[in-house]
């Protein structure tokens, strides 16, 4: 019963952010990047619910951009990381032998570099704007994928059911493309899923270090980062960023319980 | 036991090398010529080839990476640009503030969260259990960052009982530097309590459904012995493997809460040293967080058959 | 005559979460050093029924009515501080996995005190002695070094004489075995066994033998209770049960006991459809930091004609090499030496598609045989591939008739997790026979199912062979199965054949020590003295 509650707040969350995300161009109440110094640092009230950045602009309009950007930037970096992990964690795996085990030295060695340093690294080289971090933030969360990929392809692969098919006089990559991708599929979403929240917060964490996305484009990151002088003054600039990256996340994590309890049916009576 | 260590030990190198090829490929690839950064736009071109003779930058590059290696080896990560200060001791002195943050609140969220997710377990889909899942989730799901700049709002600015902007050592005021190091340690402690106690109840549910916890009830031990005994060394194993993970993941996005915090650790150095376009101590600091790493994941696996006597032979 | 040592009135056992019943209305009791056997098939309840007795029933189920008393003692509301001082003490428990049921974080001998240290004011000395005595008892060669070894150093068993020790070692009044030796070999299972019975004699401790091999509960049990979904169906002398059972269920599970059929003389002569030569498999041996270990011959120069429409059976323990054998002639797994013919061609040289396409295999675990993520349908369609000349509504039609064969007409659209064990492995047989192969192994294609339905499947592989007269390597350790359908039997140890001859000849004129050894240890239903002489023989 518990992952029906889950999946219904959960749901309800990320549809609330993908909604926003979407339409947030057409109806934010104000343009998130008109500066009014004479409506400087205000309090929420009922024109501004959030109020208002040192420069006078509206928070909730900040938000609602900041949301199509954080969502566009996790949607593209997990699109990229899945594609090109699938790729190289499924070829591993096929193919074996001393194709896997260099690939997967290399990948190892990737891995020995925490993901957001790794993407702060790739940062450095091709610089801080949005392709910039898509990019970086892809790379760097590639080898958990094909890691994950490969470990499947390979469980996979020692099932009987695989060897009915080679009995049966299937070539191997027939096998390989019928019968071991498409039970490799569950685990890839639910790892896909969870990414989707873990670079969301590794895009926050470097838009807050001044390595994201540039400001005055607002992303919830770089709303943070830029509230911290305010913060004894006007502690909601601190807070409503705060609260819609921790609101997204728990939607994710609750979403991927309940995805995982459904695919996984040995957790599901758990 | 022994010929686990050496497998272990032996699987590290390879990775330890393809480490180093990352990170002194990855410096090659940052645009502009580290010359002209170095000597600023306006250099004398004989000065700048003298410098490259200097910095083997003439040579074949596969040559410039043994030549690095050689001087990492040795201990020598070259000067900072900035400061012209070797980058080691920097690395060194600004890893012991990171180090600390990181293993006590490692520790702390270790202990606090193998208990509750055992608990969790044993009382599995009571309001106990939806109530440790439920907090560990919304830990789970709470920015680092953020969690930071609330406490410092609450404790420092609002209550003032912790002081809020600065770090004094440990070696110049034991009570002080402790005073800086609470809120910083409590926001690791509450952000890596979530992932730990969800793994600490998964293991633990799986190693309850086993047998041998019911042999163990069969013989009479008391419920206190048995999830002591035979639940918690079991379910640790894999609680442990992802403590090494966390540990790295933490040295790695530490970079954050120091900037919260104002601390002088080793991500803050990273992160300055990046607006600086300060290649040598980047590198540095990238290659020391990436040995760090996979020589705390070492030190982890090593540990492992002390929980899991199977892993030794296996 | 005494009260009984236990007595169990009216047990109901429900699912906490649906209400369905597991455990209905069940009364038995247990005389003091009696041996009762609780038989039932997956799903009888026979398993919540014991584990109810010790308060030990899984989360999800719980007792809801009945009474339970062990020497007038009632353990149904009993305080949970006196429980745990019976449990161990006054009722052991074996159980079923060797593999999962002792610890592998601790040592043998810590988990083999811990019992005693709780029920017995015992020094540390006077405890590792008891341990080590036990150890001596039940077989084990090097107590001292067991004593200190952790489970998994163990083969499976190894481990059940440990728990057995462990479990002994208290002198309970009641031992509780829950199919103590499922998952071992026939050999082992002897060994387990006869030791039970041998320790359960010296402490006076009666024995409920959880089972569903009516052939250990002829040769070990006295009174036996047969339960079926939830309810008792008869409860009498094994004897009794056996010979002259009342109730219907009860004759069906003794009727689908394999019997010897006559002998079918199918032995064709001339050239043999299949013919192998010095066949040799090794595994490599593990790689060392440094070098490698030698390899392992799990096949060891085997040679085996077989012939059109012949059935050959191969059995041996666990390790005898059978199942690498059966994969080995399927070319699933290289041959480091020695050849196979199939209608007289080199199929190992030429990677012969032919071969491959008119050999079939059927596994032993109906659960991971079938892609999950296929439907029925597919699943049996998909060797037809292969079969180009076929079209498409001629392939839909075989497949369909296949079905029908197999009693599955109408379940094309059904995925495997929505089918039973039973019905699964007959998938797996439609799959393997739809394309008429000429050559099947079967791999212990019965041993993961219930046994009656052991008996249908077993019926239907015979009926399907007589229809499309393919051969077949019928790989088992069950001998009592083996000796229903095999033309000849072929018996391995080690990864060579020790002997080979016709149905007949094996099993009752056993030439090598090592198959009188198995025959021996293959529990019959002793009705006729059978078990008896085969056992001095």
Known sequence: MKWRINTVIGGALIALLLGTAVTAALWTPFDPLRINLKARLQAPSALHWFGTDEFGRDVLSRLMAGAAAS????????????????????????????????????????????????????????GANKTGLVLALGLAYIPSIARVVRGTVLSIREKEYIEASRVIGNSELYSMLRHVLPNAIAPVAVLATSMFGWVLLAESALSFLGLGVPPPAPTWGNMLAASRPYMETAAWLSIAPGLCIALTLLGINLLGDSLRDRLDPRMAHG | MLGYLARRLAMTIPTLLLVAVAVFTLVRLIPGDPVQVMLGDNADPAQAAQLRTQLGLDQPVPLQFLYWLGKVATGDLGHSITNNLPVLPLILERFQVSATIVLVAVGLAACIAVVAGLIAAWKQNSALDLAIVGGATLLLSIPSFWLGLLLLLLFGLKLKWLPVIGYVPFSENVWQATLFMVLPIVTLTAVEIGVLTRMARAASIEVLRLEYVTHARAKGVPEWLVLGRHVLPNAFAPTWTLIGLVLGHLLGGIAVIETVFTLPGLGRLLVDSIFARDYPVVQGCLLFTAVIYVVVNLIVDLCYPLFDPRVAVA | MTAPLLTVDHLRIEAARTGAVVVDDVSFAIERGEFLAVVGESGSGKTAAARAILGLLPPGLRRVGGA????????????????????????????????????????????MAEGLALHEKLTRAEIRQRCLDMLVRVQIRDPARTFDAYPHEFSGGMRQRIMLASVMLLKPKLLLADEPTTALDTLSQREVLDLMVELARDHGTAVMLITHNLGLVSRYAQRAVVLRQGKLVETGSVRQILSAPREAYTRQLVDALPRRSAASGRRVAGDPLISVRGLKVSFGGRQRLFRRDADVAAVNGVDLEIGAGETVAVVGGSGSGKTTLGRAMLRLIPAAAGEIRFQGRDVIATRDRAFRLASQLVFQDPYSSLDPRMRVGEIVAEPLRHVPELSSSERDRRVAGMLDEVGLGGFAHRWPHELSGGQRQRIAIARAIVRHPSFVVADEPVSALDMTIQAQVLKLFERLQAQYGFACLFISHDLAAVEQVADRVVVMQGGRIVEQGSRDDVFDRPQHEYTRALLAATPVLDLAGQAAARASG
Not at chain 1, 77 to 100: C, M, N, Q
Not at chain 1, 110 to 123: C, D, E, T
Request: charged residues 15%; aromatic residues 4%.
């Open chain 1, 71 to 126: 969502v566009v930037v996790a949607l593209a970096t997990v699109l990229i990381a899945v594609s090109i992990g699938v790729l190289v964690g499924g070829v591993a795996g096929y193919l074996r032998g001393w194709t896997d085990r260099i690939i997967m030295a290399v990948n190892d060695a990737l891995l020995a570099f925490p993901g957001i340093l790794l993407a702060l690294a790739v940062m450095i080289v091709i």
């Open chain 3, 68 to 111: 339970i008393q062990l020497d007038g003692e009632d353990l149904a509301d009993i305080a949970p501080r006196r429980m745990r001082a019976l449990r161990g003490r006054s009722v052991g428990m074996v159980f079923q996995e060797p593999m999962v049921s002792l610890n592998p974080a601790i040592s043998v001998g810590v988990q």
